[in-house]
């Protein structure tokens, strides 16, 4: 009897300890560590960026950003970082849409353009039929390789960049300024500063502004500089002075 009730015992003790060791397996972990190794690729897949403008506005946010990369999935995972900007940066966005630029690129496209609709008043104004999916255009070719460094290089020892300061002293209009120095992987100019009130060109030599100035490109033309003036009521005079002032220096 005493045997029975030792075996009985003993059973029950493996039970309960069968039970236990049941009871502390660890849970499923692996759609955890999947989740955490998808968020992991996500983010590395995520180039370096800045952005170069914003505009928000009656639920449209327009984006400009720059990065190095011209990689497509990395411009695919830009584009879809946007959304997550768009909901830390404003309430009640409707759509965005996306330019990428190539950093130091003279590229006069973008790399990669996209826009999404986030809601019905973004289908309207996008165009799309799709809540929440981007429409993405890669356009990267041979120009977006293409930085300032590589543009020819002038030979003058005062750049456009001059010119324009000499502008600003003299207390003449330069409203905007902006370098759109990829007009010049065409047009074979070193530089190219445009402002609302005149546009200075900047080119590889002497030789070479006077060539193009005699095709009556531009309104005036001093060592390797052309000026073309974008507001024809100013006086083009005081403009024709400050740049003698530089190159003639």
């Known amino acids: 009897m005493k045997k029975l009730l030792l075996l009985g015992a003993m059973s029950a003790l493996l039970l309960a300890a069968c039970g236990e060791e049941k009871a502390e397996q660890p849970k499923e972990e692996k759609p955890v560590a999947e989740e955490k190794q998808q968020a992991e690729k996500e983010t590395s897949d995520l180039p370096d960026y800045k952005i170069e403008e914003d505009d928000f506005g009656k639920g449209m946010w327009k984006v400009t950003l720059s990065t190095p990369s011209t990689d497509e999935n990395e411009l695919k995972a830009l ?19 996306v330019n990428i630029k190539t950093t130091d690129s003279v590229a006069n496209t973008y790399a990669a353009t996209a826009k999404v609709a986030l809601d019905e008043k973004g289908k309207a104004t996008t165009g799309l039929n799709e809540l929440g999916v981007f ?115």
């Open 79 to 97: 584009v879809e970082e946007t959304k997550n900007l768009a909901a830390e940066k404003y309430k009640d966005v409707s759509s965005i849409w």
């Open 135 to 249: 429409e993405f255009n890669y356009n990267v070719g041979e120009t977006h390789e293409t930085s300032a460094e590589d543009l020819p290089q002038s030979n003058a020892n005062y750049t456009a960049d001059d010119i324009l300061k000499a502008f600003q002293d003299a207390g003449l209009s330069t409203t905007e300024p902006r370098d759109n120095s990829h007009n010049c992987v065409k047009l074979e100019c070193t530089k190219l500063i445009t402002t609302e009130d005149v546009s200075i060109y900047e080119w590889p030599s002497v030789e070479k502004a006077q060539e193009v100035s005699a095709k009556k490109f531009g309104d005036a033309q001093a060592g390797t500089i052309i000026i073309r003036m974008n507001d024809k009521s100013l006086d083009i005079q005081k403009y024709v002075d400050a740049m003698n002032n530089v190159v003639n220096k």
